[in-house]
């Protein structure tokens, strides 16, 4: 066992198949098939599907494992910051260690935590630390998750457009707020300290640390970590450092956006609050990935730093529990004053319940991603009339040229969204031309690499759907060839139009080196790729939003200096800049002040899939809205709590009070109403959407505020009767005789939580008992069932060495309050007989807070070692005799209650025989 030195870290919670990802990515891989917008809704409410009205595909039929491999082990001591001493956790973290050697675990401890959350992170197999996890010192076990590290992209969307979206610019310029005196950490890639808009001297390499604006930081990683073991740069041992320069890009537009000083007319960027220092959390290496156990190292080192405000743009897709250790450390650094932003995720195309941690943390500002209102691309002219057209470059792909002229050529029509898929037969010969491809059906790389293959030079890719494309082409595995050819993207209007051109004969392209400035179609909406809540314990989520879409910002000089990265990444730091804006014009105002304030300014948006049919997008994918931060400061009046979390809709109508605090030397009256948000049902997945309806109804129909004094007022809703098991929400709407209306979102849930199906067979019989040995117990392998799993029929032969495990799959529709394993023994029929050793005893396997699995094939393993706990109050566990026994796979439903059998579900393997020879 190796244990390093002690390093700052927090609080933890298992979800035992979560991919963490970088909240920056575009619409990467998704393909779209082809899209049917509804023009209203059936006599169900019913508007369509998200396959449908998105255009995206249907999924693969081949099952992903998503493996873990490092683990949180959440101590039961409370940590400093609730209360606790670090001598009392390090003791218990040496105790702990302690049993770790005695029962034989082979057990590295990666970093120890105490401040914020006690306990350690470890690498250890999955069989040690389910061991570990019945010891007395341990309160819960979480799996540690990667997160991926994005790429540009190639437009140059204008981030002054952005600060009108928002209100920013005229924080700035009319009211004077520019962030002075506040301290905001960017825990990412790390700053550039060079950068002249960030405070740097304009010479790489010519600045020291710490900088007049870079005031603290620390480097946790080095530029060589890459934690993504699947890359050929794998390199997962941290050789951190004192200076915390970025050497990715990623922190350094993040850090541009909130507080950029740099002179737009130049050709600079001006961030939201131009003046906040910043603190500088390096948790990524040059590329790749980095591990959430780093992450909350970073949280604990910018609580000690003193910082106000903390960005984090990034997040554990699915990982929907608020008790993850990211989203537990976050909650007690806003325990400590310090408000803390998040992203919410990118998983909007995998549909509902795909936000993510710490963005889904109780008292974390989760935000979601809007499109930008125009954006500056490069651009390459058609014939005859020479019209421009602006483009965005595929990530995975060379850059397109700046001069040279080739002709167009097109694989389908507008109407054939299968263009270039390998299943609908070869190519036409497209030699020497630049090939039109619509999106859809199948991936952009499948498509790129086809029309590469019959000879096009180039490929331009086109958006089935409304607004602007930032495609990916970028091999799905190490074993595919690269894309050699440039690929750009158009919207699906400039789609349109150059295919008519091509049609008409003989069109000629010409590539520039110049740029033109684009009108985004879908400004102001929802961005595609922004994850869709609520929390897995009915809490709202996102809470608001923010411009994510197209955004420009800084880079590293090394870079060009300036780049541009869409995500929901990008959203989060607008709204931590607005945080130091707010805080700068309020400075007493508690981080739950801040949110209500921000939540009760926003405005809601159209929905983005039938926009400007009336529809407003759902509550649990906007939050409160677009941020609207004058707004926020100017508001005399602020309405607790921002938001409604009203659960589950058996209970009956909910009843919550509004309290309204009026700090204007004059009476506010208000008008109450309400708006509906879209409702969502079905598989998540390919969620379903259907009008709203909920009832909301006043202890009185308006309410009046005294000066310097507070008021209340009594909300209640009724959920509406269908769809059953689904999501709803909307805003309560108080509108004064003149100024801007104050909002609060609700979101509940219609029917009975304990419904919804966890356990289902993602189309190939799951669950299912496998075979670990090519497997290696998962560590550090993508494992799948093409030949890497086994499934096993009844009486199937362990041996309990090393590698030869049974192992329970199981694809999770939804989140799970509790996943685990039971043993007993097996009757002569195969089935089940009396628990092993009595009452809860017979548990070999316990994981807490588990997301849902983050596609529609995806599953976990739960392996089994052959050991049961030894005895009531032991941490030691025994091996179990030979013979025949049978596994029980249990989940527990969320918030449901694990002894009544209609809050669990279970599956019972085929026997196992244990014989150690």
Not at 178 to 200: E, K, M, S, Y
Not at 306 to 316: C, E, K, P, Q
Not at 769 to 786: I, S
Request: hydrophobic share 40%; net charge negative.
């Amino acid at each position: 066992m190796t244990r390093p030195s002690r390093a700052p870290g927090r609080r933890a919670a298992t979800a035992a198949a979560a991919a963490l990802a970088l909240a920056t990515g575009t619409l990467g891989t998704v393909a779209a098939g082809s899209a049917a917008p509804a023009t209203g809704a059936g006599d169900d409410g019913y508007l369509g599907s998200l396959s449908e009205l998105a255009g995206l595909p249907e999924p693969t039929d081949e099952l992903i494992h998503e493996p873990t491999g490092a683990w949180f082990v959440e101590l039961t001591a409370k940590p400093v910051a609730d209360g606790g001493s670090r001598a009392a956790a390090e003791r218990q973290q040496d105790r702990f260690l302690a049993q770790a050697d005695a029962m034989g675990a082979d057990v590295d401890v990666r970093y120890t935590y105490d401040r914020l959350w006690n306990g350690l992170s470890v690498s250890a197999s999955e069989t040690d630390i389910s061991r570990l996890a019945g010891s007395a010192e341990v309160a819960a076990v979480y799996p540690v998750v990667t997160v991926d590290a994005p790429d540009p992209a190639a437009t140059e969307p204008a981030m002054d457009s952005a600060l009108g979206m928002t209100g920013a610019d005229v924080a700035q310029s009319e009211l004077g707020f520019t962030g002075d005196g506040l301290r905001v950490a960017v825990i990412d890639t790390g700053i550039d300290i060079d950068h002249p808009d960030l405070g740097g001297g304009g010479t790489p390499g010519g600045t020291a640390f710490p900088t007049g604006r870079v005031v603290a930081g620390y480097d946790f990683v080095g530029d060589d970590y890459n934690a993504d073991d699947t890359s050929a740069a794998y390199q997962p041992v941290a050789s951190p450092d004192d200076n915390p320069d970025d050497c990715n890009g990623h922190g350094s537009h993040v850090a541009g956006i909130v507080g950029a000083s740099g002179d737009s007319a130049a050709g600079g960027v001006l961030g939201v609050a131009p003046d906040v220092e910043f603190g500088a959390y390096r948790v990524f290496g040059c590329g790749g990935s980095t591990t959430s156990d780093i992450i909350l190292a970073a949280l604990e080192r910018a609580h000690a730093d003193d910082m106000d405000v903390v960005n984090m743009s990034l997040g554990a897709g699915f990982v929907t529990w608020p008790e993850y250790p990211t989203a537990t450390a976050s909650d007690a650094l806003v325990d400590e004053g310090v408000v803390v932003v998040a992203s919410i995720g990118n998983n909007g195309a995998a549909g509902t319940w795909s936000a993510g941690a710490p963005g889904v943390g109780e008292k974390v500002i989760g935000v979601a991603s809007f499109d930008n209102t125009e954006y500056d691309a490069r651009m390459f002219t058609v014939t005859p009339d020479g019209r421009e057209f602006g483009y965005a470059e595929a990530t995975g792909s060379p850059s397109a040229p700046t001069e040279g002229s080739l002709p167009l050529s097109r694989t389908g029509t507008p109407d054939s969204t299968a263009d270039a898929c390998t299943a609908t037969g070869a190519l036409p010969d497209l030699s020497g031309t630049v090939a039109l491809v619509e999106r859809g059906t199948c991936p952009f790389y499948e498509k790129a690499r086809n029309a590469q293959e019959a000879g096009a030079a180039a490929v331009i890719l086109y958006n089935n759907v409304p607004g602007a494309l930032s495609p990916t082409v970028a091999p799905p595995s190490p074993a595919d060839p690269p894309i050699t050819v440039p690929v750009v993207a158009l919207s699906q209007d400039d789609g349109i139009e150059l295919d008519g051109r091509i049609a008409a004969g003989d069109a000629v392209l010409t590539w520039t080196d110049e740029t033109t400035t684009i009108e985004n179609t879908t400004a102001g909406l929802i961005s595609s790729f922004s994850s869709y809540g609520m929390a897995s314990d009915l809490s709202l989520k996102p809470d608001l939003g923010a411009p994510g879409g197209l955004i420009r910002s800084t880079y590293p000089l090394e870079g060009d200096g300036y780049a541009v990265i869409s995500g929901t990444s990008m959203a989060s730091p607008h709204v931590a800049g607005a945080v130091a804006l707010l805080l700068q014009a309020h400075p007493g105002l508690t981080p739950a002040q801040v949110r209500d304030v921000l939540q009760n300014s926003a405005d809601p948006a159209d929905w983005s899939l039938v926009p400007d049919a009336g529809y407003l997008e759902p509550a649990h994918r906007q939050g409160a809205g677009m941020l609207d931060i004058d707004d926020a400061i100017l508001s005399p009046v602020a309405v607790a709590p921002g938001k409604l979390s009203l659960g589950e809709s058996e209970a009956g109508a909910a009843v919550r009070t509004l309290t309204l605090t009026n700090d204007g030397d004059t009476a506010v009256t208000y008008e109450l109403s309400h708006a509906d948000g879209i409702t969502t049902a079905g598989a998540p997945n390919n969620p379903s959407f259907f009008e709203g309806g909920a009832t909301v109804a006043f202890s009185a129909p308006s309410v009046t505020v005294p000066a310097g004094s507070s008021a209340t007022v009594d909300v209640t809703v009724t959920a509406p009767a269908e769809p059953v098991l689904g999501q709803y929400g909307g805003w309560v709407v108080l509108t004064p005789a003149d100024g801007q209306p104050l909002r609060v979102p609700f979101a509940g849930f219609t029917g009975d939580y304990q419904q919804l199906p966890i356990l289902t067979d993602a189309g190939a019989g799951l669950p299912a008992l496998g075979d670990v040995t090519a497997c290696q117990r998962y560590v550090g392998v993508n494992c799948t069932m093409g030949g890497q799993f086994a499934l096993l029929p009844d009486g199937a032969t362990f041996t309990m060495t090393e590698g030869d495990y049974p192992v329970v799959l199981a694809h999770l529709e939804h989140a799970a309050q509790n996943v685990s394993l039971q043993l007993f023994h097996a009757k002569a029929d195969g089935t089940a007989g009396r628990p092993y050793a009595g009452g809860r005893l017979n548990t070999v396997l316990s994981e807490d807070y588990v997301g849902r699995s983050g596609a529609a094939t995806a599953f976990n393993a739960y392996t089994w070692d052959g050991t049961r706990p030894r005895g009531t109050g032991s941490d030691r566990r025994v091996e179990v005799p030979d013979g025949r026994y049978v596994l029980r796979l249990t989940a527990t439903k969320p918030l449901g209650d694990p002894s009544n059998p209609a809050h669990v579900e279970t599956w019972d393997t085929p026997v196992i025989t244990v014989d150690r020879g």
